[in-house]
């Protein structure tokens, strides 16, 4: 990391780290990295959680359109430990990283109409963000990691109560989906799927799987939308080719809830 990087010689209680790249499995495997060196030090660590990908040079023709992909990472109860540590993490070529200071005030546009907001959506983005995280450190106590998780949200825990469900109910059936998963990521190995596009999948499937009060189209096009969103441009036709496949083993209506 830059010895001229913004953290305090002394400890600060919470750092937020932002990586950024075009590569999302560098990104990946350096935020990882990063949690990895951090975890020994005794801060707890919330993360990495994906942010929106941006695109960076847009399509040409003949040519794909290039993104960047961020990450955030969460460290709360910082040692001057930790700050040393993370003086000595050398990362790839290509990585930006950034601390950003988690307690400045947001202070917002006055001007700016509100935001329409779909809380079924805002509660699948966070279980799929919550998931990503977990794929990367299996955390045992739960309660704690929760707890953070929902700390650092726009909203109120008890607007989230639907992505509660899907974290709960997806890390209990982790391992039927992971199956449905690979049995229909045709040519794909199970290990080289992106670590947004398996969140993503596995809160579709769950639903698909489990909540047959939603449609399936609807369990599908938000797993789509929230691929394109987070992703990469090729992951939301991987995802749809997935899903849809999945759909056609389920017996159910595609367009309608079951008991409607």
Known sequence: ??????????????????IKGVDYRMIDQSAADIVASVAPTGARISGPF???????VYRAAGQDEIRSHRRNIEIINSTAQTVEVMRR??????????????????VPD?????????????????AMQFLCSWEV????????????????????????SFAEELIQ???????????????YAKNWAFARIARVDLAILRVAIFELMR???????????????IAKEFSTEESKRFVNGILDSYKEE????????EGS
């Open 110 to 126: 006055p001007n700016a109409a509100p935001a329409k907001r779909n809380r079924r959506h805002d509660n699948r983005v966070a």
């Open 211 to 225: 909540r047959t009060d939603i449609p399936p189209v609807v369990s599908i096009n938000e797993a789509v939308d």
């Open 50 to 56: 994906p942010l929106p990908s941006q695109v960076e």
């Open 169 to 183: 109910g997806v890390i209990r059936d982790v391992a039927l989906i992971d199956e449905v998963i690979g049995k």
């Open 137 to 160: 450190q299996r955390h045992g106590d739960m309660v704690t990691t929760l707890f953070d998780f929902f700390t650092e949200r726009e909203q109120p825990r008890e607007y989230f």
């Open 89 to 106: 993490i050398n990362l790839p070529t290509g990585i930006e990283i950034s601390i950003v200071a988690p307690d400045d005030p947001i």
């Open 250 to 257: 389920l017996g159910r209506d595609p367009r309608k809830a």
């Open 1 to 18: 990391m830059d010895p001229d990087s913004p953290i305090s010689p002394s400890a600060r209680a919470k750092i937020r780290i932002r």
